[in-house]
């Protein structure tokens, strides 16, 4: 039996390095140790999903072997995620407004499904990208209704972007499709697209992994 689960977790892995990811992983990674995933990672490209496993669960690995993360190196991750944006030379080219829905794509009941999770409006100026506070929506996730979302929201508060000459976006985004304190909680998100595409996009890691949820922004220009 274990060596038929560790077979169909090839296979998964296999997938994943095509760039299949419309698949439930579920529980199937559940068992791995830190150093069964750090073996993966001594490869030179390893799976995403593994790479956000080792992120999920804060180690780090050296030839194989894994090691909790310490206080000063999770601030050094955070310190990471700030570079991701300042990589991009922002780039005035985009400046405006763009209306934006927010969904998230993953499985639910045994079904794929694309969840309409909120909206509003993204403002650009000199390149660097927020969400508006005023017009903001949001989905119940008690009721499914959608409603107005505060100012003070966390999630829409927490957007931080960049966009370069070219279009391209780089981004960080708070945020739990599930109910408050489900799923592991709330993430940072890192989220990237192209504004010629009106969409960029990002993953929610579910509790521990490996199944996530896709999270997307689709834009609209308003100007």
Known sequence: MKLLSYINKLFILLFLSMGVTNISYAGLFDDWTDNQLCEWMDQSSPPRIIQNLVNNRKISCSKGVAKP???SEIQVEKKDEQARLKSIEASNAFDGNYTFKLF???EMWGYMMKTHMGGGFFEIRNGVITI????RTRINTFSGAMVEASVDNKYYNSFDGRVDKSGIIVANFLYNPCSEGDCGGAQNIPVSGS???LEFTGNFIMGNGPDFKQIIFELEDTN
């Open 69 to 71: 993360l310490t206080a």
């Open 104 to 106: 998230s794509y993953g």
């Open 132 to 135: 508006a506070a005023k017009n």
């Open 195 to 197: 504004i010629e595409g």
